[in-house]
T-cell receptor, first 113, second 111 residues
Framework: EPEVTQTPSHQVTQMGQEVILRCVPISNHLYFYWYRQILGQKVEFLVSFYNNEISEKSEIFDDQFSVERPDGSNFTLKIRSTKLEDSAMYFC???????????FGPGTRLTVT | GENVEQHPSTLSVQEGDSAVIKCTYS??????FPWYKQELGKGPQLIID?????GEKKDQRIAVTLNKTAKHFSLHITETQPEDSAVYFCAASYTGNQFYFGTGTSLTVIP
């Protein structure tokens, strides 16, 4: 069964450093998403991406964040200058249609020290 | 924006009993309501969903009901098994893009 994969599973970085979180969505999907989950809190939407551009983003997704689909298979989330409060689990998801089910990856745990 | 509330936060049931998790939403424009199961160390897995044009949907031991007037929806798991133990999240969406999640319910099925 096709699944969304994410790398790395755990990333530790120092405050102020740039990180790139990587995702490989399900191959025939066209819509891609990033969510985050701070420990003990709700899963929160960050951004959706379709046709090589952002289709929707939340207030959390400020200028520190960017997304890219550098090739036909990868979808990345970049945080330019990490802050302590960026520590969270980051989930990538994909969907074959903007109105259908979203399938989530296993997540990348980001720890900012 | 949308606000989704979920109850209870923890739920323990005996194996074979039923479990019910309830969610409410605030935005009447929401029209898609998925339920996700998250096991330890894994990402959320879609287990069932319902759209606003349907009042109930069932898939084997799992069912979801939706009351649009009251703006609430519920997950029902019958004949629970130990492998049903996990955290369950409800979500609501009105754009098809952004999902608004509940706070999660930690379900424990006691053998």
């Amino acid at each position: 069964e096709p699944e969304v994969t994410q790398t790395p599973s755990h990333q530790v970085t120092q405050m102020g450093q740039e990180v790139i979180l990587r995702c490989v969505p399900i191959s025939n999907h066209l819509y891609f998403y990033w969510y985050r989950q701070i420990l003990g809190q709700k899963v929160e939407f960050l951004v959706s991406f379709y046709n090589n551009e952002i289709s929707e983003k939340s207030e959390i997704f400020d200028d520190q964040f960017s997304v890219e689909r550098p090739d036909g298979s990868n979808f990345t989330l970049k945080i330019r200058s990490t802050k302590l409060e960026d520590s969270a689990m980051y989930f990538c998801a994909s969907s074959d249609s903007g109105r259908n089910e979203q399938y989530f990856g296993p997540g990348t745990r980001l720890t900012v020290t | 924006g949308e606000n989704v509330e979920q109850h209870p936060s923890t739920l323990s049931v005996q194996e074979g009993d039923s479990a019910v998790i309830k969610c409410t939403y605030s935005d009447s424009a929401s029209n898609y309501f998925p339920w996700y199961k998250q096991e330890l160390g894994k990402g959320p897995q879609l287990i069932i969903d319902i759209r606003s044009n349907v009042g109930e949907k069932k898939d084997q031991r799992i069912a979801v009901t939706l009351n649009k007037t009251a703006k609430h929806f519920s997950l029902h798991i019958t004949e629970t098994q130990p492998e049903d133990s996990a955290v369950y999240f409800c979500a609501a969406s009105y754009t098809g893009n952004q999902f608004y999640f509940g706070t999660g319910t930690s379900l424990t099925v006691i053998p």
